[in-house]
Every structure is written in structure tokens, then in C-alpha cells.
């Protein structure tokens, strides 16, 4: 709502006609007012649109169109959804907020410090606490329900009826996946999925409602533990971050809204910027948490939330993942019985790649590479697939009984699929000396002393199928249960993201990699006729899980860091990151990366790291939104009120003008004020008249806006009397005075620059006289976007 | 000398009588004007100034004081160099600018983007060649010294007269150096040295004159190849990214100054914005060859460039890195005959660290945080050493060939040391079966079939001697030896860092931690009787190391990744970040980083992430400089020689302003021109006047102003006739239009952060009116930091 203000925009169509008069001509002249008209080039600047959109529409008002087009448009990834707000990285520098800075003190500044060390590393342990907690926990369910199954099909092996073990196990899964899809669609519905598409629009600023709540944290915790014992085709990872971001923005607030309890401590960090830090903290704290990869959680935060790079903040970011993954590995070596021993420091263990066996070669990267453009593919087709469903299921499975029983579906479906595969499997190995502990492997119709093979890959956590196909020895697996397991394990976990679960896609993601990875490796030395030198199928399924991994959520030098760490390897450092470089390259020339579809489909104003090429011949007067809603430095209560009811509008940001006496120009900027303030101001009657009268009030702190922050009331429940609207409130103690402020001639590329750099809310736009002519706000940038065709403009909807 | 722009300052004193005006009050009289008057608060916005400094003087203009002050303080770490410009990161969007851009497709930007790969794999090839050329050279240059002089010791030690060997060992150190020496001193200074620092300022936005040559990168490359193999205290690895730099800046721009040859490609990328980019991938490639750390490497460049982070731009940095290692270990693998071994990543090799034979645990973490303080404090030790004698040498040891005698010097006392400690050195060791090849032990007045221990740590590259002190069984050295060897090489390599030869401190800050690392292994296991839990004394080792290295460069996120790449083992990553940040909080309570101190001592004009937290009291209207000197959209031609020619004031950018008619009043801003701009324009006498009567005239474009990229001339070289001084010049079309501007109310703070965020040279300050009343360049933001005491105030001098 926040970006509004728009209340009419002159539409492309009608400006469309100018662009033929030719030429770029500065209209040199004297005055300070240069404007450019837009050169014909042969469809250079062409503006794709949408075309079920009838131009003619256009040269009415945005504000009908809003109206009027959700319906039949209803979801589509060409829309920018008005519903989300920003978050605001500008400080708000009033002259309480100067007060404040000024009277403390060199050593005031210093336990500041200190108190965001303290809470990163508290960040960074709650967060080793949760992982440890729902790995012991799944790790004890699944472990109950794989004995319960294995025992029966054990039972059944020899006296027939094994479709009793496969009803067995569809309803112990079934049943698991329904209470935590129960959870999730019916208490917090913004814990489904990984969360990781949230955490990046938070990080990026955008406001995701409820997202980094304690209820959010307890369903999406309680919900991991369900969808991953429950068997579906999902891991813990993702949730890990949502999960270690949403204890970072309690734990900075230093109280609880639900609980109600305050703690009355760090409330020095009650605003966006500082909770922006270290919710960034606790994202990397649950990456870290989630592969045992702390750089890579530092290198996720700073890819995701893109912002200006500070050693320090760095550092403390740093410390939180490092404090996250040491917790728990500590723990889960107490929980191990091996007190000390740091060998587990993240929920997905790759094993250890010794580089004495598994070394690569350089004639490899050929083939590295062709996995890499492989993996891209199947990203490709991966993400397009899961694109069709994801709109089918915000059409059509929107209620949330129906998402619990399509979950409940897709649980039996991939319990029946796993239990088919397994059965009519005839690949027998071998039994080892050392898979009894860590596996469950099911004898089935094998000879004694062998093991049915198909079943280490289905009938096991995803965790530890990826273990072994990464390092079972040579001959492990044969080509056939390879494919076919790739096969159907890419359909299921396709289906799975985008259910009403919380769960996470990398695991999945890595294992159908492994699988065809394994395969890959395997082909390959037979058509080598088995020569030595491509020995090792772990390596190619490694590689394989990379490419795999890489081509659905198109990370870039984060993934290969925490792949790296994860491996525990240098080594295969310039492998990985060719091969994701490469899935990279071709997935995107297919399909956008996943987490991106999922953003775009939810509409939400992302903003990307630089402006589009093309768009430098786009100003500021262009992108504005115009008129824009004004206030007085000393403004009537009432119209302040009015202004703030209008729901028609729902600004967020006024500028504070001075109108010269008598004159119908606009004001001369002289700040900026935000609702959020003003209904602060409102609540507690802060209007000139009082502070005459009763000279004892108590005058307004920072502290009132903190203690409101961030669940500002709306102005509805403010009660503002007759008399009361008649009176005047001064401003000027409370609004930004130096608000940012660009010429109307900025290019579009320059404003998105100073825009995402300073990571704003508002950037006003002025005239040569420093009147205010328009306000800039994240969806008028994030409505640019390089298209195939060239740059495309997005819809703005009440969706 | 971009600062300028400073006529005359109010001085601190003079306003000094305000602050005892008292409370803040906001003068709120309805007109826009609010200003805070300084709260009087115990000393807490104290200002410290330099005692030397008469308070009386500073009323006099600064302009008098710049020029009486340079010879009462030669050199001081209190003083702010006027003498460096800085780099303009703000793209200027000229109309030329904006034309170029608009007529760009689509494919334009796809084939920029191509190139922009393309040069980041050219730049991380060629500085893997170079790392890879110096490597070898290097290697054969000390391999044929150690052996002669071994040859003479061997001949010697029985027949008497060892004197001999020592004089041949200095004199071949001493004349090596002398080389390297003479090739820095008279040919490229700026070659001297690890080139870290000068790196540092150039990502910062300071242009080090001559830091990115060709001829910087020949002396670079020559010098360290002498130092290294003439035995001094030093490294190969921080001179591979000032050279990697090099690389970087010539390839980028597609043309060698120095060369006069112009291959007419990558035009597009002749600036400062592109260029920095390119500089940074160049830097973070020479840390990859350096350490084999290309993660690594993208972190130094991201620490010290701390500019806003692109995913594109790390993503290439990355590649540049990867490419480099992947070069030096592919061109190693085939000199060493080993061809496609991947096992040399980086020029110094940590050998390898096995997690199952060197685990840390639990218990050992706070050894690990005492010897992270130990090294702070050592650290400290060595750059408060450092820094006397660098201030020694700049006021007595300036003239080149004392330098050349200087560094001769500490090369013969280097040898004559390192053999006295041999010499009277009786730790003998059995020989090992693996050491003839790497080591060249020497016998000395050992038994047959046993070596001088103390020779492993002196008679060999330093390199080596690291790689020895982590991997030799535990026994290898004891303890005196190594207490004695770190006593002298913490003091010898203190004396040679600043030499006027070029060789980096990475390597003997490692071994001096090495050393005393193991001396600590070693006597804990003496006090707990050799109990094995404590085996290993080569962990210990390796953690000395890092944090001997961590308390002497104060790197953080980068040098743990450094170090964890470099060592190959995951596990070490948690013992070295503890390490590393107790060495910082440690070491910075005492002593800056060296490469800080050598930066101040440069008194360059350095911005750090944040403005000094206790300065929310300055404001733009305290901290610019004024008035400032304005030309009109379309301006005399004499006016501009004249104001360019003005040696006293030297000014880079001047805003252009509409002048109101028949007015005294400043004018409204409309743009801002650089003076490297009004000299091309100069050059091809681009007047109104001319183009009014030769229509034919080619119009000036944007290459012209690329091609004169980066030497633009002075303007003594250009003529203007009496004539031509009467002409007109437009600068709409070449002036920036929308320069950057804040409120003269905007605190220092948040003027800091738009500078330092968007990597501006200029901030225009305004009133409310629209009209400049002072300009904010780099140097006006430097100068404010933080002292012991609270905020200090650097003097501006023309040192």
C-alpha cells in the first residue's frame, strides 16, 4: 500500500505518440528544463504489455484499472500486487532520533556494539537449538515409522500380502503429512513451503505479512518435523532459514508482540534497519545451521539481501552462523554419546570427499560442464512444471481442507510409488558391514545376506539416500534403479513444492541430482570399458546433486560455497562453481529460478540488483507516481486524519512542504513524515493546543515509537474528537528533514541505484524550485523488467 | 586535490564560543531554517587537536595554514593529504551518456556483459601466469643460492673457516636485493612494498598516482622476485594482488598508456565505475593465486572495495579468482611434471591438514582464544615498531640510494643472523627420507645422518619453513630453537616491512606465529606430560599463525577464509575465527592494523564503513567546503582557463548553476562538470561560436572523453588564443543533470552514507531554495574519526 500516491498516471499509450517526432533534440532554451524525447528505433524501446489488456483501458485512470482488473487477470506473474508494504533500511534521522545520538555518549555507542555481538551470538545458538531439535525429532519418528513398516514387510515377505505393508505405510505417512499440513493451512498458512522466497523479499525490503512471527516459527517447526517423518519428498534445510530468521527478529526486539512480554532491552534496535541486520544474522545462522556452512550462510545473506557491505555487520554475521553450527554439532554430539566430537556441523552431512581418492582430473570438466547444461535443463523443466502447478493450485486449490487432502495425496502417492518401485525392483547388493546402523535396508526378495537396493534410495530419510549415493562404493547401484529413481523422484518432488507443508526443496533437489549424477558416472565407465580413471561414481553424483541443486534455485557463489562446505573439500571448488555456472546460464535462458517464479507469482515488488539495461531512457517524472499527497509543517489535525482514512489512497509517506502564503504552487519540501509516525502522533494527542495549555505534558520520546513499533495501530481504532480535529500538530520535531530528493531529468537506472542502495521507502522527486512534483516507492521501480522481448511493464493490482 | 574547494572554514575555536550557549533548542519560527546548537556534555563532543597547533592560527584561512603547516609536522598520522584525487564512481549520465545508452539494444548489453566475462577470465588467466613465472623464477633463483652457499658450508665446516660461507651467503643476499632495491627506488617507489595498502585505497575510491601501470606491475613483479630470493623476511603473496590489480586495470581498458598501443577494445569500459570493478576482480585473483583462496579472494575484494553488492559482479570476481588458481595449479602441474595434478592451488601451500590425525576439541578452544590474544598483542607490538621506524625512514631515510643501502643492509644482517643462529644452533635432528628434495638441510657439526634443526627455519624459503613448522612430527624442533628463531624473525621481519623493496608481510607473519604456535604445542605438552590429547603441536601451529597474521593485518571474514581455503580442512574454521577475532579486539585496543598505519602515515584520505558513531552533531552546512566556485550552463571560456589555471585552488568538479539575472545570489544547481571534462572539451574547442560558423564540425562524443581516459592533460598544455577566451561554452550536454544533492541540515552521518554507498566524488549541499552553498568531497568526510578520546579532526596539509 505503501507505494500508492498514484492517483493519475499519463499511460504509455497516449505518451506513445511522441516518440515519433524523431530525433533526440535537447530543447536547449535557457530555462533549467531539459527534457528528451524517446528516439524511434525499430521497436528498441518497444514495451511489451499485456495482451489481454485493451490499450484504450490505459488512458483511464490506474486507480479504475486497479479496480477493475484482478478479476480477470487473477493470477499471473505480469502483475505487481499493491498489498505488500516496504520495509524502510532509511533512518529516520528527527530531531528526537539527533537528540538521542548526541547525548550519548562514546561508551553508550560502545555497549551498543557489544549488545549486537550478545544477541548474534544468541541468534546464532537459538538457531543451532532449533536444527538439533528437529533432527533428533525426525530422526526419531522416521526412525519409529521405518522399523514399523520394515518389521511388517518383513512379515508379510514370506506369507504374501504385502499391500497390508503398503496401506501400512501410507497411512503412517498420510497421516503424518495431514497434521502438519493441518498446522500450516489452517494456523499460519506463510509457513508452507521453504520460506526462503519470504526471507529474500524481507531481506530485500519488502514487508511479507506475519512472516517473522513466534507463531510462524512454532508452526513452521512443528510442520518440518511432520512433512519430512511424514515422508514426502522434502528436506529441513530450507525451513532452517525462515526459521533462524524469525528467532533473530525476536530475539533483537528483545520482547515478544504474541506473548506480550516485554523485556524492556535492546530497544535501541526496534526499527527496520537494525532488525534487518540481524534478521540477515539469522538467515545465515540457519544456512549455517542447515549444511554446516558458515561462510556460505554469510554469502547467502549478502547475495539475498544485497546491501552495502560492512566489515563489522559482516563479522557479526559471521560469528552468528559460526555459534549456530557449533551448537549443534555440540549438541548432536552429546545427543551421539560422543561429547566433543564436531564431526556433524550441519542437518545434511555429505560425508567426507577425501581428495586422495575422489580427485578430479582436468580432462573431467568437459563432462562437468555437460552436467552442468544437463542440470539446467531439468531446473528448467523442473521449475516450469512446478510454474503450471503453482497457478493451477492458486485457482483451484485455495481452500485450505482441499490443500491438506491434496498433501495427504501427495504423501500416500509417493509411499505407493516408493513401495512399487522397491517391489518389482530385482537389483540385489550385497549387505554390508557398516549400513545396518544408518540405513534401513529391506531384505525384500533378496538372498540372505543381501539388500534390496531400490529401497536405500526410497525407503529412507532424503538426507541419507543422498549419503549414499554420494559414497557407496562402485557397483552399489545399478543403471535401471538409477533411472527409474531419478524418474520418479523428480515427478514427487516436482508435485510436492508448493503444498500446503513447510518444507524445503534443496534435499530433493540434491538427491534427484545424485541419482542421475551416479548414473552418469556409471555410464560413463562403461563405455570407458571400466577404466580406471573414471572410477569414482560418488564424484559424478556430487557434481550431478550441483547441477541439479543449482539449475531449480539458481544460486550463484553462495551455493557453491555452502556446496563446498558442505563437502568439506577445496577441492572441488572450480568444479562445482563451473558446473553451477553452467546450470545457471542454461536454466536461465529457459525459466527463471524457482524461488523467483514463487516470488513473482505472489506479486511482490522485488527489487533486483541493478536497474534494467535498457531503461536509462526512462526519468523520474516517468516512474513517479503524481500528485502526491502533501502536509503542512504545522498541519490541522483533522485533515491529517482524513488523509490517513482514505482507503481509497492508503499513502504511507507524506512530504512536509512550506506553501508560500497565498499561492496555489506546491510547497517547498522541507521533510518527510510516515503514517506510522503520525498515528503515533495521533494516539497520543500531540497537537499544539495541548502542549499550551498543559505545560507539564509529558513531551514525546523515541521511545513511543518504539514501543509501537513495528504493529503500528491503523488510524480506525484512533479516536480523534470534533474539537480535537480542529486543533494543529507540529510536525517539524518529528519528520525526516533531510529527506533524499532527485531531479525529475534522473534516469531510471540512477534513482533504483540510490533507491536500493540506501535501501529507501520514499524518494521524493523535485523541480528545479526544490518543489515536491512526485514520490518515487519500490513498486514504481519494480515494475521494470527485462523481458524476452525487451523491457516489460507489470500491472499493479489490489490481488 | 579534488578536496579544495575551501577558501575559508569557520575554525572549531571560533565556533567553539556557540557550544557554551547551551540545551538544544530548536529555533522553530515557521520559516524552514531549523538548527541545533551544540550541547555542552562533559567534554563528550570534544574535539582533540593537535597540540602543536596554535588555536589562534586556525582563524586565519586554511589556505595559509596548508601552506605554513607541512614543515612544523613533516609527517604525522594527524594530517590529511590534499595531494590525492579521487575516483568518480557516479556514472556521469551526461546527455552524451544517456544517447549512447538509448541507442544501445538489447544485444548491446548481452555482448557488454560477454566482454565483461571475457575480461574476468583474461585477468584471472594472466595473473595465474604471473603468480605462475614469479613461482618458478623464484624458486630456481633461491634453489641455486642455497645450494652454492650449501656447498661452501659443507666445504668449510671441516677444514674451519665458516666466515667464509657467511660472507658469501650476505654478499649474494645483499646483491639480490640490491637489484630489487635499485629497480623500486629509481625506477617505480610506488612498487615498494606488498602494494596491500595501495590496493585498499584505490577499491576505497583514492587514486594512488602510478598504482595501476604497466611499468608498476614490471618493477612489482622484478622486485619480488630479488627480495624473495635474496633471503629477506618476506613473502611472494601480497605483491600477486597488487599485481594482480595491474593486470586487471590494462586489460580492462584494452589499450596500454605507457605503450601507446590501443587495441580499440573495450571502449565502453574506459571509467572509473567499470574500471574499479575490473580492479577488484584483478585484486581478488591475486589472492586466489596468491593462497589458492579464490572464496577467498571475492571476500578481500568485497571487504576492502565495500561497495554494494551485485550478484553479477561477484559472481565474475568469483571466475576471475577461480580461473587464476586454476591457471597457476595447471601451468605448476606441468612445470613440476606432473601434469593435471591439481595440488598446487596457490603460491604457498599449507600442505595438508587431515581432520583425523589433526582434530581440535572442545577444551582446547579457550588455549585457542589465549593465543588468539598473544598474537593481538604481538601484532600490536610489531605495527607500533613498524610504525617508528616507517616514521623514521620518511624523515631521515627518504633519499632513493640510502634506501638501496637500507635495504642491502637488513639482507646482510638478515644472512649474518640467520647464521649465527645456525651456527651456534646444536639441535640436531635425525634426517628424514622425504627431505633432500623440498628442504636443503644442512649437517653442519651434526652426526651423519642428522641436520641443524635451526637451518630448516633460516636456510630456507620462508614458504617451506611455515610448511615445516606445520607438518613435521612433533619433535622436530625444540623448544629454544624455536623461541630463539621467533625472537629474531619477529624482529627482522619488523625492520624489513617498509623497506623500499616490493614483498608482502603474509608470509613472515605466518611463520613468526608458526614458530611460537608450535613453541606453545610443544610446552603444553611439557606441562601435561605428553599426555596425547595434546598431540599434535602443528595445530597449534597453524593456529599461531593466524593469529600472529590476524593481530599484525586485522583482516576478518576474509583471512578466515583465506586461511580455512589455504589449509584445505573445513573443520579449522571455527578455531581460526575465534583466533582471528581475538586478535582484532585484542590488537586494535592497542595499535592499528598495519596496513591502516601505512595508510595514515600516507595521509591518504581513506573512508571507512561508517561515519564515527559519535557524530550525529555535524551537519553538511559544518562539514562542506565554501563557497564554491560555479559556472553558468553556458560560460566564458576565460573564466574557465582562468578558474582551471588557478594553481591555489585546483578544483576537480564545479556545479553549474542558473545564474538569476541582475541578482547577487547563488545560483539554482542544473548539473556538475568535472574538470577533466572542461579540458577535453577545452581541447577541441567546443564553443558556441565555432559551431555557430562550421556546421560541419564533428560533435563531440563520448569516446573523445573515454580516449583521454585516465591521463588527461594539465591545463598549462592547452592553448587558448585571446580570441578564443572571448567564446562561449555550452556544458549542458556534457554536464551531469542530476547530481546528487543533500539539505545543508543533513548530519554527517548520513552524508557519509550516500557517499560512501554510491562511491560519489562530489556532494553538492543546498538550501531550500535549490542553490549550492558547498561542496562535500572525500576529504571533508575524512577527516572526522575517532580518537582515544572521541571525535578527532585531521588537518588538511599539501604534504
Known sequence: MNMANITKKVSWSSRGDDSARGEATPLLNGSEEVRYTRQPSGGLFHISRLSTVDLEEEITSEEDSVRTRPNMIPHNEKLLSLKYESLDYDNIENQLFLEEERRMSHMGFRCLEISRWVICGLIGFLTGLIACFIDIVVEKLAGMKYIVVKQNIEKYTEVGGLSISLILWAVL?????????????????????????????????????????????????????????????????????????????????????????????????????????????????????????????????????????????????????????????????????????????????????????????????????????????????????????????????????????????????TATVSFTM??????????????????????????????????????????????????????????????????????????????????????????????????????????????????????????????????????????????????????????????????????????????????????????????????????????MSSPVTCFNRVEKVGTIVNTLSNTSTNHNGFPVVIQIPDSDEPGKVCGLILRSQLIVLLKHKVFVERARTRLSQRKLQLKDFRDAYPRFPPIQSIHVSQDERECMMDLSEFMNPTPYTVPQETSLPRVFKLFRALGLRHLLVVDSENRVVGLVTRKDLARYHMGKHGLEELQLAQT
Chains 1, 2 share one sequence.
Open 173 to 413: 505417512n498420510s497421516s503424518l503429512v495431514m497434521i502438519g499440513a493441518i498446522v500450516v493451512a489452517f494456523i499460519e498458512p506463510i509457513a508452507a513451503g521453504s520460506g526462503i522466497p519470504q526471507i529474500k523479499c524481507y531481506l530485500n525490503g519488502v514487508k511479507i505479512p506475519r512472516v517473522v512471527r513466534l507463531k510462524t516459527l512454532l508452526v513452521k517447526v512443528f510442520g518440518v518435523i511432520c512433512s519430512v517423518a511424514g515422508g514426502l519428498a522434502v528436506g529441513k534445510e530450507g525451513p532452517m532459514i525462515h526459521s533462524g530468521a524469525v528467532v533473530a527478529a525476536g530475539v533483537s526486539q528483545g520482547r515478544s508482540t504474541s506473548l506480550k512480554k516485554d523485556f524492556k532491552i535492546f530497544e535501541y534496535f526496534r526499527r527496520d534497519t537494525e532488525k534487518r541486520d540481524f534478521v540477515s544474522a539469522g538467515a545465515a545462522a540457519g544456512v549455517s545451521a542447515a549444511f554446516g556452512a558458515p561462510v556460505g550462510g554469510v554469502l547467502f545473506s549478502l547475495e539475498e539481501g544485497a546491501s552495502f557491505w560492512n566489515q563489522m555487520l559482516t563479522w557479526r554475521i559471521f560469528f552468528a552462523s559460526m555459534i549456530s553450527t557449533f551448537t549443534l554439532n555440540f549438541f548432536l554430539s552429546i545427543y551421539n554419546n560422543k561429547t566433543g566430537d564436531l564431526s556433524n556441523p550441519g542437518l545434511i552431512n555429505f560425508g567426507r570427499f577425501d581428495s586422495d581418492t575422489v580427485a578430479y582430473n582436468l580432462y573431467e570438466i568437459p563432462l562437468f560442464i555437460i552436467m552442468g547444461a544437463i542440470g539446467g535443463l531439468l531446473g528448467a523443466l523442473f521449475n516450469f512444471l512446478n510454474y503450471w502447478l503453482t497457478i493451477f493450485r492458486i485457482r483451484y486449490v485455495h481452500r485450505p481442507c482441499f490443500q491438506v487432502i491434496e498433501a495427504m495425496l501427495v504423501a500416500a502417492v
Open 422 to 623: 522397491i517391489y518389482f525392483s530385482n537389483d540385489c547388493q550385497p549387505l554390508g558391514q557398516d549400513q545396518t546402523k544408518d540405513d534401513y535396508p529391506l531384505q525384500l526378495f533378496c538372498a540372505d545376506g543381501e539388500y534390496n537396493s531400490m529401497a536405500t534410495a526410497f525407503f529412507n530419510t532424503p538426507e541419507r539416500s543422498v549419503r549414499s549415493l554420494f559414497h557407496n562404493p562402485p557397483g552399489s547401484y545399478n543403471p535401471l534403479t538409477l533411472g527409474l529413481f531419478t524418474l520418479t523422484y523428480f515427478f514427487l518432488a516436482c508435485w510436492t513444492y508448493g503444498l500446503t507443508v513447510s518444507a524445503g526443496v534443496f534435499i530433493p533437489s540434491l538427491l534427484i541430482g545424485a541419482a542421475w549424477g551416479r548414473l552418469f558416472g556409471i555410464l560413463l565407465s562403461y563405455f570407458t570399458s571400466g577404466s580406471s580413471i573414471w572410477a569414482g561414481p560418488g564424484k559424478y553424483a556430487l557434481i550431478g546433486a550441483a547441477a541439479q541443486l543449482g539449475g531449480i534455485v539458481r544460486m550463484t557463489l553462495s551455493l557453491t560455497v555452502i556446496m563446498v562446505e558442505a563437502t568439506g573439500n577445496v577441492t572441488f571448488g572450480l568444479p562445482i562453481m563451473l558446473v553451477l555456472m553452467t546450470a545457471k546460464i542454461v536454466g536461465d535462458y529457459f525459466a527463471e529460478g524457482l524461488y523467483d517464479i514463487h516470488i513473482k507469482l505472489q506479486s511482490v515488488p522485488f527489487l533486483h540488483y541493478e536497474a534494467p539495461a535498457t531503461s536509462h531512457w526512462l526519468t523520474a517524472r516517468e516512474v
